[in-house]
């Protein structure tokens, strides 16, 4: 194209409207433009939704030269793509967009569709060949998007899932899926389908359920054969290929096509381990395209060192489980299993058992006869106790000689004294060592859950008095935990029925219409006078009782039983209602702040229900600030920043409430999408007497300076406080010292709306 010059165009092209016979020269010279450029050009008629397409265009999108209806064309893009382009082409304002064809020839291309022009109903634009760019940059994508997986996901189903739906949704592929190898010796390894992935409006459960149904060995179907390879394979017709194990089901839910290649790694010894298969299908009946052995073999690679990674994790956390003694679970894990069960019980109103066991006349052995004497002992009777334990049992090592099991769905006090006196049994059977006879004995205590505890370190507490009653009663004994617990324990149990109780409650305040909201203003100080120009709201909640329940008290149990994302939402619409209120009685620029729970910051769809929260009670998002803590952020950053950044992006302002007392380093704080700080009320209470808050304060307003941030003070009580902050530069002022928190009356009568924001 660049040997030939515009102005050789524009020529023949005057000539051409002076004389006919020039019409096809400029027509094949225009061809051969196209050609040579790899675009085409089109025509779109609005009101009969008729496009016509030059030769170049035609090719393009692999279908003949001439005049077609729009639908017609659409239909050459694949499903995921269409709606994009009839809603750009049939807008009358100019776009450019990529859109994704399946070419007979070429297998899946993109076009880069560029609108020029809009005349008298005709759009026209040009359709450009950008395929090369595209899967370049879908290289780095998949390499990127890959690494970052195998940074966050805790589980290899997280990671190769998210990348079978990036291959689907980039390269037009309507079903994907891993099959893995279950079993690790070669001879007698079969495939199963592990991880799928389809979107879910697509019918394709039929071929999902086959599919989860089938185990594939060396050889068998597309899968084994594949796997038995190590080499990629190509369906184009699932429909009339008698070797695909799944072609009925294929048929029945509309595929036609597809892909699948092995997943393999070498290991650092040279070995290939064939550790799966990767497949993909497609509703379109689609040929070999040449890009996919290169992308498969780069997709390959990543997500066998995916699955590399996380099998080495689970070896590791394996052995973060396993006591190196005994091979049974350590004492942090079974404490982990102890957790998750008390969890499981309160939900279900189910019962278990912990029994604590210590061990009679041991440390004799290990003195007389050494440590090697002493570890055996312990081998053998974690090995006698494993052979105890069933399906709803698990033993642990919580030290030294002392072991506990836990005994799920063991309810009866019979049941619990024929497996305490099993495990007693398992103690006084001898033990041999180098000759030797050792005997030994053992204690054990049982604590039952909820009666002796709603935690594990109260249940193994009880469990642990219960065995030492054993000892003082000679040893070789059993003890259940009696009616007369502890005073300490008791009062932690009361501590957590409260707990309870509260959450309760929770669940029915919000029906019954219990919270209700004050505010607490914030003040700017400027050169003509203090003017309020935002708003804190504050949640409070009344007992049908008249009892106010303080916020500390109540928010921690809404955040452990996520109740706090419904309050939070109850919050958010009353104090937008709230503001619409104060608006339309003359504080037009006010601010609402509002806080938000942790809870809330890593739900990704959050931005969108404030927006339409906010839409809905007429409030621009530039008057609503939220409120985070940097305790929040650090949880989990990248996915809390990643909602703050949209929260910006929809006009939404985000202050940093309680700065300084959390952990988040500068470097941090300066990618951070905010729009203000708050200094913590623990740096203002010692001013101006305190050395080291007054330098806290001075530097965290010096830093909002510096990097265009309002600073506001919180917790401001006294006026010797206002003085100071005033003298260096921090306006913007919130505390009892000005007002204590107001309810919507109230401060409507507290101020004259005539204040600006900030």
């Excluded at 003040?523 to 006078?529: E, H, P, Q």
């Excluded at 709201?537 to 009892?547: F, K, P, Q, S, T």
Aim: net charge negative; aromatic share 8%.
């Amino acid at each position: 194209m660049s040997q030939i010059a515009l102005p050789d165009v524009e020529m023949i092209q005057t000539l051409a409207n002076q004389d006919s016979c020039w019409q096809p020269i400029l027509h094949q010279l225009q061809q051969s433009v196209e050609h040579l450029a790899h675009f085409g050009r089109w025509w779109l008629h609005l009101p009969s939704q008729r496009l016509l397409l030059s030769q170049g265009a035609s090719h393009l999108l692999d279908i003949a030269i001439g005049c077609y209806n729009l639908n017609d064309v659409l239909a050459k893009a694949i499903p995921l793509d269409q709606t994009i382009f009839r809603d750009n082409l049939l807008s009358t304002q100019l776009n450019a967009y990529d859109c994704r064809v399946l070419h007979h020839l070429n297998g899946l291309r993109w076009l880069k569709v560029t609108e020029l022009a809009v005349n008298h109903d005709i759009k026209s634009g040009v359709i450009v060949d950008n395929t090369s760019e595209k899967l370049a940059l879908m290289r780095e994508r998949f390499s990127f998007a890959t690494s970052q997986f195998l940074v966050s996901a805790q589980q290899s189903e997280a990671a190769i899932t998210k990348v079978i739906q990036l291959v689907c949704e980039n390269l037009g592929w309507d079903w994907g899926a891993y099959w893995a190898m279950e079993q690790r010796h070669q001879s007698e390894a079969r495939l199963n389908c592990k991880y799928y992935w389809h979107h879910p409006q697509q019918p394709l459960v039929p071929f999902t359920d086959n599919s989860l149904a089938l185990s594939m060995g060396a050889g068998e179907g597309l899968v084994g054969t594949v796997w038995h390879t190590s080499q990629p394979n190509w369906v184009e017709d699932m429909e009339n290929d008698y070797g695909f194990l799944r072609r009925n089901s294929a048929k029945l839910c509309g595929l036609k096509s597809g892909y699948a290649f092995p997943i393999s790694y070498v290991s650092s010894d040279g070995t290939r381990h064939s550790v799966g298969v990767m497949e993909f299908f497609s509703f379109f009946s689609r040929q070999q395209e040449a890009q996919l052995p290169n992308l498969s073999a780069m997709i390959g690679a990543l997500v066998a060192q995916t699955i590399q990674r996380m099998e080495q994790q689970e070896s590791i956390q394996q052995l973060a489980r396993i006591d190196d003694l005994t091979g049974i679970y350590n004492r942090q894990y079974f404490h982990d299993v102890l957790d998750k069960a008390c969890f499981k019980a309160t939900a279900n109103q189910q019962s278990f058992a912990v029994l604590f066991i210590d061990l009679d006349r041991f440390k004799p052995i290990n003195d007389g006869f050494g440590h090697d004497a002493g570890n055996l002992v312990l081998q053998e009777f974690a090995r006698r106790l494993q052979n105890l334990v069933g399906e709803n049992r698990i033993i642990g090592r919580l030290g030294g000689d002392e072991f506990a099991i836990l005994a799920r769905n063991s309810q009866s006090l019979p049941e619990l004294q024929i497996l305490a006196e099993q495990v007693l049994l398992a103690a006084r059977t001898p033990f041999y060592f180098a000759g030797h006879e050792l005997t030994v004995s053992a204690s054990v205590g049982v604590s039952v859950f909820p009666d002796n505890g709603w935690t594990s370190a109260e249940l193994v507490r009880s469990a642990d008095m219960a065995m030492y009653k054993s000892k003082q009663r000679g040893r070789n004994a059993l003890t259940f935990v009696s009616e007369d617990s502890s005073e300490d324990l008791a009062k932690e149990r009361s501590l957590l029925v409260q707990q309870i109780t509260i959450e309760a409650e929770l669940h029915h305040a919000l029906v019954k219409q219990q919270f209700f909201l004050d505010y607490q203003p914030i003040f700017d100080f400027n050169a003509v006078g203090m003017r309020m120009v935002a708003v804190e709201a504050l949640i409070r909640w009344r007992r049908a009782n008249g009892d106010i329940v303080h916020p500390d008290v109540f928010i921690p149990i809404a955040e452990q039983s996520r109740l706090i994302v419904q309050i939070g939402r109850w919050v958010f619409k009353q104090a937008c209602l709230d503001l619409l209120h104060l608006q339309q009685s003359g504080f037009k620029d006010l601010q609402l702040n509002v806080n938000m729970a942790a809870l809330e910051f890593t739900n990704p769809s959050l931005p969108y229900e404030l927006n339409e929260i906010a839409e809905q009670c007429g409030l621009a998002p530039r008057y609503l600030c939220l409120e985070i803590t940097e305790g929040m952020i650090m949880r989990q950053p990248d996915k809390v920043i990643g909602v703050m950044r949209s929260l910006r992006k929809l006009g939404f302002k985000i202050s940093l409430d309680d700065f300084g007392v959390g952990h988040s380093s500068l470097t941090r704080l300066k990618v951070l999408p905010i729009s203000s700080l708050k200094i913590d009320r623990s740096f203002v209470m010692g001013l101006p007497d305190d050395r080291g808050d007054r330098a806290i304060v001075r530097t965290i307003l010096d830093l909002g300076k510096h990097m265009h941030l309002a600073v506001v003070a919180e917790g401001v009580e006294t006026d010797r406080q206002l003085s100071y902050l005033r003298q260096f530069g921090c306006h913007l002022i919130q505390g009892y010292v000005l007002s204590k928190p107001l309810s919507i009356k109230a401060l409507l009568g507290f101020i004259s709306p005539n204040r600006r924001k900030f």
